[in-house]
C-alpha cells in the first residue's frame, strides 16, 4: 500500500519573490530547487510539475473575510470541511468548542482507521506538555487533538529516545536546551531527516507538525526564518534518502500565510503551498480538484484507499 508522509509548515504561504520580505528568497535551499527545476517556493512558481514534485497554491481564505487562522484552517486540512465558512469567521490559535466538536465528529486521521489504515504523529511532547493538558492549563491545537479524538496516542519523551519520534526543531536541539526536558537524541538536520523516514516505515498517512516557521513569522525576524528554512531543506534532503520516492508520496503544505512576508505582524491572505514529491501519476491523482484546504483530506484518501491499494 502507499504510504504518505505529510510535512505541515505551519504559517508558510505563497509570496512575491522579493529578498526585503521573503526569506524564500533569500534562503539556500537547494533540495527545494532540486525538485523545482530552479524555482523558488514563491507564488510565481506556481503551477509547477517536474519530473519528481508538482507544485500547486491552495486557497485558505476558501470565501471568508478577515485572515486565516490556525484552528480553523488547520480543522478544515483534516476533516475536508470549510470550518471557517460553517462558523461564519476564522478562528484560532486553539480550537474553540464549535471546532473541537467538529473535529470529534470525524477527522481524517479517523477516517484512515475505519478504512484499515494507520496514522502516526511524529512529534514528541515533553512530561510537563501532558501535565498541563490534564489539568486544563493547556489547551490542543487541532492536529494532536485529532490524533487523540481517533484514537492514537501522542508521542513522548521514550519514543524521541527510541528513534519513533522527534522535537520540533527536528534536531533534538532545542529540546535539549530546555531546562527538566528529559534526555533525547541530537541529530544534525539531514540525520533528523533519515531518521524520520525510517520511522515513517510503520504508518499508512504520517505526520509532523513544523509550527516553528509560524512562530518566527510573528517575530519577523529574517534572519531565524532563513536559519528555519535552511534546516527544513537539509532535512528534507536527508529524508528522501531513506524514502520510495517511486513508490510513496510527500506532501509539503501549510495552512495560512506567514512567514512568506515579514512586514506585517500577523498571518497574509496568500495562497499556501501543496509540493507533492513522488510517482507523478499519484501526484496527479492527489492534486485532482485540489483548490483549497478542504481538498486535501479527499486526496489522501483517494491516493491511501483508491489508487495506492494493491491490486
Not at 166 to 187: C, H, K, L, M, N
Request: glycine share 10%; hydrophobic share 40%.
Amino acid at each position: 500500500m502507499t504510504r504518505i508522509f505529510t510535512l505541515f509548515l505551519d504559517g508558510v504561504g505563497l509570496g512575491e519573490d522579493d529578498p526585503q520580505r521573503n526569506p524564500f528568497s533569500n534562503a539556500h535551499l537547494p533540495q527545494l530547487l532540486a525538485l523545482l527545476d530552479g524555482r523558488r517556493l514563491v507564488a510565481e512558481s506556481v503551477p509547477t510539475e517536474t519530473e519528481t514534485a508538482t507544485l500547486l497554491g491552495l486557497d485558505a481564505c476558501m470565501g471568508v473575510d478577515g485572515m486565516p487562522q490556525s484552528a480553523s484552517c488547520q480543522a478544515t486540512l483534516l476533516t475536508g470541511r470549510n470550518v471557517a465558512l460553517e462558523l461564519g469567521a476564522h478562528y484560532g490559535p486553539k480550537p474553540n468548542q464549535a471546532i473541537r466538536d467538529i473535529i470529534h465528529a470525524d477527522n481524517l486521521f479517523a477516517m484512515v482507521k475505519r478504512k484499515g489504515g494507520s496514522v502516526s504523529l511524529l512529534n514528541g511532547y515533553p512530561p510537563g506538555y501532558f501535565e498541563a493538558i490534564q489539568r486544563g492549563r493547556r489547551l490542543y491545537s487541532a492536529i494532536p487533538l485529532s490524533i487523540v479524538s481517533a484514537g492514537f496516542r501522542l508521542q513522548t519523551a521514550e519514543d524521541m529516545q527510541a528513534g519513533r519520534a522527534f522535537s520540533a526543531d527536528f534536531t533534538g536541539q532545542g529540546w535539549a536546551e530546555r531546562v527538566g526536558f528529559p534526555p533525547a537524541p541530537i541529530y544534525s538536520p539531514v540525520e533528523a531527516g533519515r531518521h524520520m523516514a525510517l520511522a515513517c516505515r510503520h504508518s499508512d498517512l504520517t505526520w509532523f507538525d513544523y509550527w516553528l516557521t509560524d512562530y518566527v513569522g510573528h517575530k519577523q525576524a529574517m534572519d531565524q526564518a532563513i536559519s528555519l528554512l535552511e534546516t527544513l531543506d537539509a532535512v528534507l534532503d536527508g529524508f528522501l534518502e531513506n524514502w520510495r520516492i517511486d513508490e510513496d508520496l510527500v506532501v509539503l503544505i501549510s495552512d495560512h500565510g506567514n512567514v512568506e512576508d515579514l512586514r506585517p505582524r500577523g498571518h497574509t491572505r496568500n495562497p499556501v503551498p501543496c509540493l507533492l514529491i513522488g510517482p507523478l501519476h499519484l501526484r496527479r491523482v492527489f492534486a485532482h480538484e485540489l483548490h483549497d484546504l478542504s481538498g486535501y483530506a479527499p486526496a489522501v484518501l483517494r491516493v491511501l484507499f483508491e489508487e495506492g491499494r494493491p491490486s
